[in-house]
């Protein structure tokens, strides 16, 4: 099982910083990664870019049992 934690930063104007970390259940951390993309000032849509982001990047790793959490609400 992996937990995947996502996280989104819109503090430039006009572009998102995107960020995840992999974590194996005894919390040792297995991959880590961040983004920046263009964007637009919605958190919302940014949190949910950073996740599917983190899907492909969890699929790429080749992590099949995971759980994703966000902040956003």
């Known amino acids: 099982m992996i937990k995947i934690n996502t996280d989104a930063n819109l503090q430039i104007h006009g572009s998102w910083g995107l960020g995840c970390v992999s974590r194996d259940e005894n919390g040792l951390v297995m991959a880590t990664t961040t983004w920046q993309r263009n964007g637009f000032e919605c958190a919302a849509s ?8 983190a899907m492909k990047f969890a699929f790429d790793c080749g992590f099949r049992n995971v759980i994703f959490e966000s902040d956003c609400e």
Do not use: D, K
């Open 46 to 53: 940014a949190e949910a870019f950073g996740i599917l982001s």
